[in-house]
């Protein structure tokens, strides 16, 4: 074919398209997606939200003058007296400093007013942060108290708690601790062994267990604490699920082990925190009875985005500490500014500082809009960047400084410990990666399934949509998603950056789409799809969760489900085992689950994470009936597609 016959070709079907796009706007009789406001999950649907970040989120001149006032003495009090080199010796924050920080109303900063708080917004929170990041150990002991360990009463409380704790809380006269990990139970939430058992006189909660790694645990007066509890269900069954409770160090039978000895962040207080027949009230219950896992949840998902502000604030410092070094140290009559290879590290410590201060301020500025929408994607997107970029950076400035970084006159090596636990605590990054897919996957499926259905039902809008978008992908798509133009949102200086970034948003959710149909969330079968099935989400409380992969197959021109079993969730994502099944359906009163150790799959694997009601489930169905591939070796034929 000439090139003028392509040309022609390509314009025709491009005639084509608009006129599909504006007859598909004319006949729309439904939407195929529900309003969503959330910006990291539009992504996964080659969307752009950009009502969510262009304007980026500012503050009010009244906030911004209330946060400059309150920034001064808190600046000044962590540059002029806070000796973190005394407090990483000494394993412990001087009592003095404590006081300091109390009577500045630091242990108090996202406690409403009402409650004798400050009541900083998220944008105002994070602001602080960065000035508190200066200190590892004490940047731990308030996010420990504040954005876990009361951070369940201002979420779940009823009046009468927050009445009841939260002013002492505010003040510092008490601290709060999050009482959650257990000996045996660290990712895996949902395992916990800590009992509540209520008493005979339906008054109390008796308490019996351990919890291990609670920061400020030997400093704490409140305790949120996470305990099974026996939960009888609309069917009159008897079920373990996990609850909440709001438990005081004076209820008796609650003791601590001594501080643990720590690589990093040394002088915060984490030690092992035993509970003995401690009888706690049933008005004490936070939230309700049952729900503590998704009460755990909204608290460690609310807090995480404050960690980006913190390292900028740490990294900040670095910086400018470094700077001063390789301004001064000559090697070979220069100074090691002068070397490319100095700047190069420079210039990747200012770049990452930047961008992790700009999505934390971003976070905390969507968090912050009434309405709010979910933004644990983009909280668990914060932790895992800002946590893995604080580690290389502190690695870099000590790279800068040579042996004298790794000497304790200097602080980076006492810097790069404290940075080590910010990759494994509230969250491992391994298990948010997942969580982020995950969820990003189940959202993206949900919409898919709207839409196929309104395929199968037959809606003009929706199938001339869906050709239009097949064509234009066939002929070379021009992307606009409202970045560029002249009324683009983004600077021209940058319009080749944006151009690029909407490219591949956009090919990110075809590759999400295809993925989805290929191998999963597909509510029945459309021709040219293959085998791939359907996949239903389903709960069955606290941890489990039921999993139905279909195989799909022709018979008498009719589609029906084959194959179903019974997962085990565990916290953000992770490998369950297999189950497997004989042909047919199971029945749901005998379900297979898979143990762990199982080194064989059938034609269905799970694959699950913990969250508030979510669980995805890739099936593999390339054969019928066939087991034995190795967990970690996938059949032939499923390998080859996924290459």
């Known amino acids: ?169 505010a003040s510092g006269e008490h601290i709060a601790a999050f009482c959650l990990t257990e000996p045996s139970s660290g990712s895996d939430a949902a395992s916990i062994k800590t009992r509540a058992t209520l008493s005979e006189d339906k008054k109390y909660y008796i308490l019996n267990g351990s919890k291990v790694w609670i920061t400020n645990g030997g400093l704490a007066n409140i305790f949120t604490v996470f305990a099974k509890t026996q939960v009888v269900d609309s069917e009159s069954s008897v079920k373990d699920k996990i609850t909440a409770f709001i438990v005081e160090r004076d209820f008796g039978g609650v003791t601590n082990g001594k501080p643990e000895d720590k690589l990093g962040i040394r002088g915060s207080n984490t030690c092992e925190v035993h509970f003995e027949n401690t009888r706690v009230p049933v008005e004490n219950v936070l939230g309700e009875v049952g729900g503590g896992f998704k009460v755990a949840m909204n608290i460690l998902n609310s807090g995480r985005f404050s960690m980006g502000s913190i390292v900028a604030g740490m990294l900040k410092k670095l910086i400018e500490m470094t ?55 983009e909280a668990a997107m ?132 295809t993925l989805l149909l290929r191998f999963g969330k597909v509510p029945g079968p459309l021709p040219g799809l293959g085998r791939a099935g359907p996949l239903r989400l389903g709960s069955q409380g606290d941890g489990l969760s039921e999993v139905s992969a279909f195989g799909t197959r022709p018979r008498k021109k009719s589609w029906s489900p084959w194959r179903r079993g019974v997962g085990l969730a565990v916290p953000g994502a992770t490998w369950v085992g297999a189950f497997q099944a004989e042909r047919g359906s199971l029945e749901p009163k005998s379900r297979a689950v898979a143990a762990p150790g199982d080194s064989t799959v059938s034609t269905s694997l799970c694959l699950s994470f913990l969250g508030p009601g979510l669980t995805l489930t890739p099936a593999q169905t390339e054969t019928e009936g066939k087991t034995g591939h190795p967990v970690s070796q996938p059949p032939p034929t499923q390998r080859e597609r996924l290459c």
């Open 1 to 169: 074919m000439s090139a003028v016959a392509l040309l022609l070709r390509r314009a025709a079907a491009a005639r084509a398209c608009r006129a599909l796009v504006v007859f598909a706007a004319s006949r729309r009789l439904l939407r195929t997606s529900p309003p969503s406001r959330a910006f990291a999950k539009e992504l996964f649907l080659g969307k752009i939200e950009k009502k969510e970040v262009f304007p980026f989120p500012e503050v009010s001149q009244d906030e911004l003058n209330e946060i400059n006032q309150f920034v001064g003495p808190v600046e000044k009090f962590f540059t002029e007296e806070v000796d973190s080199q005394r407090i990483d010796r000494e394993e412990k924050i001087p009592d003095e400093t404590l006081e300091k920080l109390k009577s500045l109303g630091l242990f108090g900063m996202q406690v409403p007013e009402e409650y004798g708080g400050l009541g900083l917004s998220n944008t105002l929170y994070a602001r602080m942060g960065e000035i508190v990041g200066l200190d590892g150990s004490i940047a731990v002991t308030l996010a420990a108290h504040q954005a876990i360990g009361l951070k369940g009463i201002i979420l779940a409380g009823s009046k009468e708690q927050k009445a009841k704790y939260l002013p002492r809380l």
């Open 323 to 377: 700077a001063e070094y390789a301004c001064t140290r000559k090697q070979f009559n220069k100074n090691l500014s002068e070397f490319g290879l100095i700047q190069e590290k420079f210039a990747l410590m200012a770049q990452k500082a930047y961008v992790m201060e700009s999505m934390a301020y971003l976070t905390a500025g969507m968090l912050d809009r009434p309405g709010f929408p979910d933004c644990s994607i």
């Open 382 to 513: 914060v932790k895992v960047f800002s946590s893995e970029c604080a580690w290389q950076c502190v690695s870099e400035a000590l790279q800068i400084l040579g042996g004298s970084g790794y000497m304790r006159d200097y602080p980076y090596e006492r810097m790069l410990r404290d940075a080590r636990i910010l990759l494994i605590f509230e969250g491992t990054n391994e298990i948010l990666r997942m969580y982020i897919a995950l969820t990003g996957l189940q959202h993206a499926g949900r919409i898919l399934t709207t839409r196929i259905n309104e395929l199968k039902r037959g809606n003009v809008s929706t199938v001339i949509e869906t050709i239009s978008q097949k064509l234009r992908d066939s002929v070379g798509r021009t992307l606009n998603m409202g970045l560029t133009g002249k009324l683009g949102a983004v600077h021209p200086s940058v319009a080749d950056s944006a151009s690029k970034l909407e490219e591949n948003v956009y090919y990110f959710g075809r590759t999400v789409e």
